[in-house]
Structures are given as structure tokens and as C-alpha cells.
């Protein structure tokens, strides 16, 4: 059984910290550290950051530049490009998305299709696995249309849009004693604040529990613990989750991991099983669940890995709506949707930092020295993904490619 774990907004160093709680102590049957989701949106985004948990294995995934709903092209794509710009993130590992809010339509599982992504996970699954209509779907693809709702008008989504290969990780909710009534899909640990029938967090660990175990006695659905990390974070100013949350989180991954063939994935790791699915026996065989990538040797580093900007390497862009640090070099204006990868500013008597290639994976790139650390074969990379910033030619589009 999957145990799928995500965090949704901006990467700083409290959502890390945040996320590490649950993670950092744990491992898979296998030995090797849990992996998990990142869908990262632009704002507030420490882009360094974004490196390191790339590098450390984790997936980064889209959740358009400026968290809005129902998003537009170039809110889906200015993401990629930033983030492939500026914490050098190969294009042809963003295969996934979450819209903001949950907010998507038919338009937008098109729309990413359409920009060579492999999977959408804004689905809710909300009607219980003991129901006989249960939509708690396995991953599937749209060859046949969505096989679950659109969270924002309910019916709009069902049986369309026929997209062949594009992949649906639907959201799997948890019941309460209400049954329907009474589904937590994200952060259910906020809920209580919601009128929700949970008024502590003993109540909701057991009914948390209770939905995993009808997954696993069940068809072994996955479960997902889907997190905005800022709500758990103790670091974070004027957030103070109690650590009773943070506790029953963890009691409740403990639990689970006592059961027997309980993974803790990211969307990514399922996704690579569900293609290609082997027994349980023959688990430790899948490439996609083996411990991360092989490591840079430590003394050649240069920002990737590097927690602490320990040799200055780090650019400031100190932007006053979001500053961040980048080891890709500071873009001359903040990046925008309509122009998501400025061109770099280059301080009086520096180089201009070199951005991640094609031919060269991210733990290995050096972008001061522009050259690719290991050149070994099994550190082998090319990213053949999607081409990016291929528009239609709207009125919009034209003015910004030909102005000044
Ligand atoms: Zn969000």
C-alpha cells in the first residue's frame, strides 16, 4: 500500500523543516528514505531550495506562478520555465500539477496535456471506499475521459475530456464517522476550525486511521497525506501548530508503517509503479523506489546540496515582493507570467552564473564554472522533455515578443 505525501505552495526553509518532521527519520521496506511531492508555486518560493530538495530526491511539480485557479497557459507554463531557470530543475522531471484551490476544469487538464505534462492530482476523491460507488480510483488515465469531478462545478468534468496517456492521481479523502458527510481531503488536521465534527486530534488519528484500513483491507488504493507545510511549521512566525498535531501525524505514520508493505511515496514513485506494476517481492527491483541518485562527492559541490550559502555562491534577488536565493544567477526584474525568465543581472566584475543544460542532471551542474561534475555513465543525463514557451500566437503573446 501507497503512501503518498505532498506539500503545496511555496518552498522556504520552515516548509522543509516542516515537511522533515514527518520524513527526514523514516524509512521505505527497502531501506531508503521516503520521497515526496513539492508543487511549488513562484511567490515566496526560495529557489536554492527548490535545488537541494530536488537534488535529495524529492519531486518538484507545478502549481502555476502566482497560485491562481483555473489557471491559464502561461501560469501553467511561466512556473516551468522559472523553475527550470532558476533552481535548475530538468523540464523533463515537472511531469505533475495541482491547480490552486483544487480549481480545475476541463480547460486545464487540456492545457496540460497540451504542454507535455504526465499527470494532473486535483481530483477529490470523496465518496467512501465501503460505498459501492466509491471514487477512490487507482491513478488512471483519460483515454475514457475523468472518472472524477471537478471540485469547483460539480459535474463538469466527468467522462471528459478524452485526453489518451494523460494520467489522473485522483486525491483520496478521509471519512469521518459521517461517512459522505463528513470527508477531509487536505490538511485534515485544520478541519476541527471548519465545523467539522473532529474536536480533537485523537478523534481525527482514528478516523484516519480507519479510512486507511479500508483502503488496505480494501483494494489498496492509495492514501495521501496532502499538506500545506506552512500550517505545521514551528519556526514560522505566528504559526504555532501544537504539538499534539505534529504528534498525531507522526503516530500515525508510525502506525501505518508497521503494517506490513507500506510505502511512502511521491506522486511520481506511485505513478512509475502504477505503469509498470511488480509484486511486492520484486518491489526493491523498481528503479523509481531505489534510494536517490548517486551523490556528488562532497569536496566538488558548488551550491547544489550546500545547506548554508557557506562559500557565497548564493545570489540575493532581492525583490520586494519575494526575495529568494539562487545559485542560477538573479533574473534583472522579478519574474512575471508574462515574463517568467528575465534576462540574468550581472554584478560589475562577476561571470553570469551558467543555467542548467540539456546533457547535464542537476546534483552534478556547476553553474560557475558552466561544466558537468561527473561524466560518468551512469550519471548520464539528457533532457529531451518538452520544448516550453511554445505559444499561440495571441494579440498578447506578439506584444511581448516584439516590443522594444
Ligand atoms: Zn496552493
Known sequence: MFVVFTADDAVQSYTIDAVNQFLAHRQNPNGCAPKMTYFTSLNFTNYTLVTDWY?????????????????????????????NALAGIPLKSIIGFRAPFLNF??????????AGFTYDSSAPAAIPVTDPGTDAFWPYTLDNGMANDCLAVAGSCKGQPVLPGFWEIPMYAYFDERGPAGAHLMDPWLDGANGATKVNDTATLEYMKATF???????????????HPIHLSTTYPGVNPSNSTINMINTFLDWAQVQQDVWIVSNEQLLA?????????????????????????????????????ENGLLSHCAFSDFPFFTCYGCPET???????????????GQQARFRLPTNCSTPFWDPVAGKCLCTASDCAFTDNSRSIGVRPLTPLYLYLLFRA
Request: aromatic letters at 2%.
Open 55 to 83: 537534488v535529495a530526491g524529492n519531486e518538484i511539480a507545478d502549481h502555476t506562478m502566482t497560485h491562481v485557479g483555473d489557471p491559464p497557459q502561461d501560469e501553467i507554463d511561466g512556473n516551468l520555465i522559472a523553475l
Open 105 to 114: 476544469s476541463v480547460n486545464t487538464l487540456k492545457l496540460l496535456a497540451a
Open 213 to 227: 484500513t479500508a483502503h488496505y483491507n480494501g483494494n489498496r488504493q492509495p492514501i495521501g497525506l496532502y499538506t
Open 273 to 309: 509503479w502504477v505503469q509498470n506494476p511488480v509484486p511486492t517481492s520484486q518491489l526493491d527491483s523498481v528503479a523509481a523506489l531505489k534510494c536517490s541518485t548517486p551523490q556528488v562527492d562532497a569536496s566538488q559541490k558548488i551550491c547544489n546540496g550546500i545547506p548554508a550559502n
Open 334 to 348: 522579478e519574474p512575471t507570467v508574462g515574463n517568467p525568465n528575465p534576462a540574468q543581472q550581472v554584478p560589475d
